[in-house]
C-alpha cells in the first residue's frame, strides 16, 4: 500500500489567497483525520470523518476553515481567505476502525506558508 | 481537561547511552495510550500502542511501558538513526478517534 497521499507537498500564498490541501486515506481506512502541526501549538486535531461524514469539528480553528469528504478516496481541507497565521505544516491521518485506540497513519504533510 | 505532557524537551546522548523519556498525561479514562517517531520534514511514524497499565512492549532498542499515571519510552544502546522527534498521544474513552499529543522531545545521539 502506498500509505497516505498528500498534495501539494509545500504551499506558498499570499495572504487572502484560496488555499486547498488534498487527501488521499489508505484503502479500506474507515477514519480520515485532519491535523495540523506548528512550533507554538504542537500536533492538534483539525477535523475527522468517520464513512466520510465529519464527525468533529471542534478543532477547527474558525469559518475560514472547511473539510469535505466527498467519497472513501478523497478529501479536501480549504482555507479562505488564508492568513500568515495559518502557516503551519497539515497532516492527514487515516485509521480502520477507532473502537479500541486504532493506529492512526500519517501522511507526509503540506508545509503551507502564508505570506 | 485530557493533558499530555513529554520531558524533556530535548536529550542529547553518546551512541550507546541508555535513557528515558516520559510522558505524563491527565485523562477521563483511558483508551489507548500512542508513541510516534517523528523525522524532520516527514509525518509521524507509528511505535507502539498500549491500553493498560502494567502492559510493555518492545521494538529493537525501544520498550515502551504505562502505569496509571505517565508512559516511559525506554533507549537501550542508542544509535545515530535514533535521533528524531518522539512524540506521545492518548485516546481517552468518550473521544472517538481523537488523539491528543505532547509537545514531543526531540532526541540527538551523537556517533
Known amino acids: 500500500d502506498a500509505g497516505v497521499i498528500q498534495s501539494p507537498r509545500h504551499e506558498v500564498t499570499e495572504m487572502g489567497q484560496e488555499v486547498t490541501l488534498r487527501c488521499k486515506p489508505i484503502?479500506?481506512?474507515?477514519?480520515l483525520f485532519w491535523y495540523r502541526q506548528t512550533m507554538m501549538r504542537g500536533l492538534e486535531l483539525l477535523i475527522y470523518?468517520?464513512?466520510?461524514?465529519?464527525?468533529?469539528d471542534s478543532g477547527m480553528p474558525e469559518d475560514r476553515f472547511s473539510a469535505k469528504m466527498p467519497n472513501a478516496s478523497f478529501s479536501t481541507l480549504k482555507i479562505q481567505p488564508s492568513e500568515p497565521r495559518d502557516s503551519a505544516v497539515y497532516f492527514c491521518a487515516s485509521s480502520p476502525l477507532v473502537s479500541r485506540g486504532e493506529t492512526q497513519y500519517f501522511g507526509p504533510g503540506t508545509r503551507l506558508l502564508v505570506l | 481537561e485530557d493533558q499530555v505532557t513529554q520531558s524533556p524537551e530535548a536529550l542529547r546522548l553518546q551512541e550507546g547511552e541508555s535513557s528515558s523519556l516520559n510522558c505524563s498525561y491527565t485523562v477521563s479514562g483511558l483508551r489507548g495510550l500512542f508513541w510516534y517517531r517523528q523525522d524532520p520534514g516527514k509525518g509521524p511514524e507509528f511505535l507502539f500502542t498500549?491500553?493498560?497499565a502494567g502492559e510493555e512492549k518492545e521494538k529493537e532498542r525501544l520498550k515502551a511501558t504505562l502505569t496509571k499515571k505517565e508512559s516511559f519510552l525506554h533507549i537501550t544502546a542508542p544509535k545515530p538513526e535514533d535521533s528524531a522527534t518522539y512524540l506521545c498521544a492518548v485516546q481517552a474513552r468518550g473521544n472517538t478517534g481523537k488523539l491528543i499529543f505532547g509537545q514531543g522531545t526531540t532526541l540527538q545521539v551523537k556517533p
Open positions: 484503502s479500506g481506512h474507515d477514519y
Open positions: 470523518f468517520n464513512n466520510n461524514v465529519p464527525i468533529d
Open positions: 498500549l491500553y493498560s
